[in-house]
């Protein structure tokens, strides 16, 4: 489709990655040509990137969504990257587990506005968070008194800010076990979805019910929304209903089924310590298993990263969702 040039007003096609950029207050801008990009965002022509955003999700409890994300964010984060971590359950576990209490929390951000940047706390180095509490509750009951037609995109909008994309090459959103209004924002917030699912048989209804979350989160919202990984947790190997579940998990999601997450009680001290498991048990099962996860994700981005110079323009958007239609759900 043709477009006109946001710096010069010439009618072209876009083509390539560059020549398509959201800025900061959210407006879509096409360049016909590197200088028309440099003319029209100046010296952030060449530095616009967007965080990869990965949400935790499953709306089963005790599936171990807080342990991954808390795990995946500070083994990136270890690495060198920089990381947000964002907890959207009101049992605020991700403060918790790392030992810390913000002053302000995911409510300010979504209900007042505050800018997430002033909100996020540094916990380690690399690693900031947005913690939640039980206010997160008010959150809930505001955003249904939104309008329905775009109370499900809030969290986006306030985080679609160039700051956060700026600052951050990693968005991890740790989900409650729910199927409520912040879920559906931290969905049609996300990019990519991990599912942490426990290798028990009421599991796999568990994993059914997400994947068609999933789909009408698609169809609603026309949002996009990768499962880009299940993660079968809390596996004992010595019995033989775990080894069937994750047979019966491998079967279905091939690739995507990660190497599981050994049921490991180093995980469940951890928190307790206000530590990750790579610090609180480095040699432990646990964080043997959760360095596979980390090193996996960011393996995957790397590739993502790869130059690919025939990319459409609307894999080019920087900072806000893409426009292409939302590609349909693995059924179970
Ligand atoms: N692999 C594991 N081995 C042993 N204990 C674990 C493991 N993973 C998580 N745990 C422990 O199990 C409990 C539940 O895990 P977690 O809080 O991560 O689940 P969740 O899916 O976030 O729960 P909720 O749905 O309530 O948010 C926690 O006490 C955690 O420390
Ligand atoms: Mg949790």
Redesign the pocket.
């Known amino acids: 489709m043709e477009k006109l040039c946001t710096a010069c007003g010439q009618s072209f096609r876009p083509a390539f990655v560059y020549q398509v950029a959201v800025t900061g207050d959210g407006r879509r801008n096409y360049f016909c040509s590197l200088e028309c990009r440099k003319s029209g965002l100046g010296d952030e022509a060449f530095r616009a990137r967007r965080a990869r955003r990965i949400a935790i999700l499953?709306q089963?409890?005790?599936?171990?969504?807080?342990?991954?994300a808390v795990n995946l964010a500070a083994g990136v984060a270890e690495r060198g990257h920089n990381v947000l971590l964002i907890d959207t359950?009101a049992?605020g576990?991700v403060g918790v587990s790392l030992g810390v209490n913000g002053e302000q929390s995911l409510y300010h951000v979504l209900v007042e506005g505050v800018d997430p940047t002033d909100v996020a706390v540094p916990v380690r180095s690399s690693l900031d968070v947005i913690t939640s509490d039980a206010t997160l509750a008010a959150a809930e009951i505001w955003l249904a008194r939104q309008n329905p037609d775009n109370r499900s995109r809030i969290m986006t909008k306030r985080l679609n800010l160039m700051q956060v994309s700026r600052r951050y090459d990693y968005v991890f959103v740790?989900c409650?076990?729910s199927l409520n209004l912040l879920n559906q924002n931290a969905l049609s917030y996300a990019d990519e979805v991990v599912i942490?699912v426990t290798c028990d048989y009421l599991a796999l209804v568990g994993v059914k019910q997400v994947l068609r979350t999933i789909k009408d989160i698609e169809r609603h919202l026309h949002h996009a929304v990768r499962i880009s990984a299940v993660l079968p947790?809390?596996?004992d190997g010595r019995t033989r209903l775990a080894r069937e579940v994750l047979e019966t998990l491998q079967s279905h999601f091939k690739t995507k089924c990660l190497e599981p997450?050994?049921?490991?009680?180093r995980?469940?001290e951890?928190?307790s310590h206000r530590k990750s498991i790579f610090e609180y048990a480095p040699q432990s099962n646990?964080a043997a298993?959760y360095n596979r996860v980390v090193d996996w994700v960011v393996a995957s981005s790397a590739v993502k990263e790869a130059p690919t110079p025939t990319m459409s323009a609307a894999e080019a958007v920087t900072t806000t969702q893409p426009e292409a239609p939302a590609p349909r759900a693995q059924a179970l």
């Open positions: 499953n089963k409890g005790g599936t171990g969504k807080t342990t991954t359950d049992q576990n740790d409650g076990p942490p947790t809390f596996y997450i050994r049921l490991n009680t995980l469940a951890a928190p646990g298993d």
